[in-house]
């Protein structure tokens, strides 16, 4: 298949057409170019915010709610656009109002097949910005979506960073990695966890970024990343682990084109075969011995 995932930029849009017409313009771009499975990163609908005027935007819990508010409706935009171009799209991850789970907002992404499917994923562990002064609340539970494509999970950003949860995924062939994070140190965190979960399932892993500034917001008033998509450096990959990567804060797609057998070979016949022998790891930890050397 082939994969499209964005360094995404925030404009201060003030109508709804205006914000469709930019979703629309980039789907319709990567469809154009063969791609399957499209990755839009972190906190992009924020840009929803601005819809509700400059006092709004800037206004850390109104903004929150008004992005909520307006999730509907970009949920039924995007997929109408999976079915109109045929693919599957993560959308943009958002703050989400569901008191089925919280009185306060969860950070969720949606996965929309071509026909006519929809899976959420929330983000399951919080950063410090998003517990004091977003309140966030941690979301619903870990999915492997079964799909046309393989099986496929999301880790929101820092969730990305935990390898016990990469492992409750081990039967993901992607695990896509929306991010927002401000600093390049930020960037490399998401990026080493990404490659690391893709080290440890022996699977592909999806990173998609937002760039550049949006000074109107708080939650994403700066922006630095960029779109890559990496494999286990053994059989069939890369030596690196890259399978592509796009430029620093340059907002477009980055694509790569992949082939999910090379993920079930690696797992039954690579140089090493770390997703086996995970189960191996408690019984030598219980092990470990002290020795003081003078």
Known sequence: MKIATAAYPLDPLTNWADYATKITTWVADAAGQGAELLVFPEYGAMELAMLSGADVAGDLEQSLQAVSDQMPDADDLHADLAAKFGVHILSASAPVFDATISDRPVNRSTLFSPTGGRGIQDKQIMTRYEREPMNMAPGGPLRVFETSLGNIATLICYDSEFPLLGRALTDADLILSPS?????????????????????????????????????NDVVEANTGMGGIFGPPDTGFPDTGVISQGALNVPGWTYATVDLSAVAHVRVDGRVLGRTHWDEQPGRDAHVTPQRLG
């Open 180 to 216: 927002c994070t401000e600093t390049l140190s930020g960037y490399w965190r998401v990026r080493i966890g990404a490659m690391a979960r893709a080290l440890e399932n022996q699977c592909v892993a999806v990173m998609a970024s937002l760039v550049g500034p949006a000074p109107w």
